[in-house]
Antibody, heavy 120, light 105 residues
């Protein structure tokens, strides 16, 4: 059974760095990619970053300078770091299993999300 | 960025046919996918590659389109389909539409 579970600090002060962990089960990080997607309260979805089965990475160009995505395959974990946090980074952060099918990048399984509030 | 435009909301009665549209600001070929998000839940993949039904998704859901204009159809609609539906393109840097909130009367 494919499962993804996000974990994080909940509350982060402005200008600090956010660290989120996605722990997966039911599949291998060496066979599938994982993406991060966020959703501000009451708003739409924004793709943040992805790490692929071979270890290569992709970033949202608007956020790239603030982001780092990495993985620990021995722990089945994907790590996201975002620095210089502002109040507009307040959102639910989802991780999702990512595959390339028919030549297209889709997210076929999602975690329940981790709520992040940026506030002093 | 490729901007995806969706109508904000629709309301239909159970048993009816509903179409949800998504227009891209530039061609994405058939690189359009659809997700369902119920209140308080994570998104769920419904359709990929414009018209391919994800495994386990009821055949009431279908997708069509290519280039810049895409449609998600639900026929017939059921009460459980109350949700927000997002389109997502992966032809260019990945972006989502703003979502269409579907209400079942």
């Amino acid at each position: 059974q494919v499962q993804l579970k996000e974990s994080g600090p909940g509350l982060v002060q402005p200008s600090r760095t956010l660290s989120l962990t996605c722990t997966v089960s039911g599949f291998s990080l060496t066979s599938y990619g994982v993406s991060w997607v966020r959703q501000p309260p009451g708003k739409g979805l924004e793709w943040i970053a992805a790490i692929w089965s071979g270890g290569s990475t992709d970033y949202n160009s608007a956020l790239k300078s603030r982001l780092s995505i990495s993985r620990d395959t021995s722990k089945s974990q994907v790590l996201l770091k975002m620095n210089s946090l502002q109040t507009e980074d307040t959102a639910m952060y989802f991780c999702a299993r990512s595959i390339i099918t028919l030549g297209y990048y889709v997210m076929d399984a999602w975690g329940q999300g981790a709520s992040v509030t940026v506030s002093s | 960025d490729t901007v995806l435009t969706q109508s904000p909301a629709l309301a239909v009665s159970p048993g009816e046919r509903v179409t949800i549209s998504c227009r891209a600001s530039e061609s994405v070929s058939t690189g359009m996918h659809w997700y369902q998000q119920k209140p308080g839940q994570q998104p769920k993949l419904l359709i990929y590659g414009a018209s391919n039904l994800e495994s386990g998704v009821p055949a009431r859901f279908s997708g069509s389109g290519s280039g810049t204009d895409f449609t998600l159809t639900i026929d017939p609609v059921e009460a459980d389909d109350t949700a927000t539906y997002f389109c997502q393109q992966s032809w260019n840097e990945l972006t989502f539409g703003s979502g269409t909130k579907l209400e079942i009367k």
